[in-house]
């Protein structure tokens, strides 16, 4: 595998499912982040993580719920979600240090559902 | 605030030149980036543009001018398969955080 990888593809939950997104990257990167797409809406941050640590939650609402046990992994925890919730789930990867300027690279994002 | 402004949509012919421009006012900046996002697919880094003027990739252009907040992607000779989203997005600082366009969707028609 190569790049930054996403599992689920596509996810549909109930409104009272407890599911979990996937991400992994191959690239040696030290940073990851979470990004919700919604329809002809700008990309949005949610989380970022660096050196596994999160240094940044963007007034994400505590049903999603971050975890990054190592550098190359980063999974949402998704409970008791609502419909509007809905979107384009995307994960990336960059190289904060030593520079903290680097390109983020993208995976291919979990398609999720809320019904 | 922050704000970034992109057109929605934009058309063009195969084989011509099209130029999508974003407009930016955001609390920090240490550099632009565009990328190209295909339908369901992930978005994919095009350019970075940190000084002023031009940057050159192969068909595809970036310009930026940091006292005007402006940048531009030219997209030269284009083909059927540049029709896709093109975000701007601007770093406004630490750890490397990007605040995004909505994105402009360009369709090339033969």
């Known amino acids: 595998e190569t790049g930054v990888t996403q599992t689920p593809r596509h996810l549909v939950m109930g409104m009272t499912n407890k599911k979990s997104l996937k991400c992994e990257q191959h690239?040696?990167?030290?940073?990851m982040y979470w990004y919700k797409q919604s329809a002809k809406k700008p990309l949005e941050l949610m989380f970022v993580y660096s050196l596994e640590e999160r240094v940044e939650n963007n007034s994400v609402p505590s049903r999603f719920s971050p975890e990054c046990p190592n550098s190359s992994h980063l999974f949402l925890h998704l409970h008791t979600l609502q419909p509007e919730d809905s979107a384009l789930y995307l994960c990336?990867?960059?190289?904060?240090?030593?520079?903290?300027?680097?390109?983020?690279?993208f995976g291919p994002g979990t398609r999720l559902t809320v019904l | 605030g922050q704000n970034i402004d992109q057109p929605t949509e934009m058309t063009a012919t195969e084989g011509a030149i099209v130029q999508i421009n974003c407009t930016y006012q955001?609390?920090?900046?240490?550099?632009l980036f565009w990328y190209q996002q295909h339908a369901g697919e992930a978005p994919t880094f095009l350019s970075y543009n940190v000084l002023d003027g031009l940057e050159e990739k192969g068909r595809f252009s970036s310009f930026l001018s940091r006292s005007k907040g402006y940048s531009y992607l030219l997209l030269k000779e284009l083909q059927m398969k540049d029709s896709a989203s093109y975000l701007c997005?601007?770093?406004?600082?630490?750890?490397?955080?990007?605040?995004f366009g909505a994105g402009t969707r360009l369709a090339v028609h033969p």
């Open positions: 690239l040696g990167h030290n940073a």
């Open positions: 990336a990867s960059s190289q904060e240090y030593p520079r903290g300027t680097d390109t983020q690279y």
């Open positions: 955001t609390s920090g900046f240490n550099g």
């Open positions: 997005a601007v770093q406004e600082g630490g750890y490397n955080k990007l605040i």
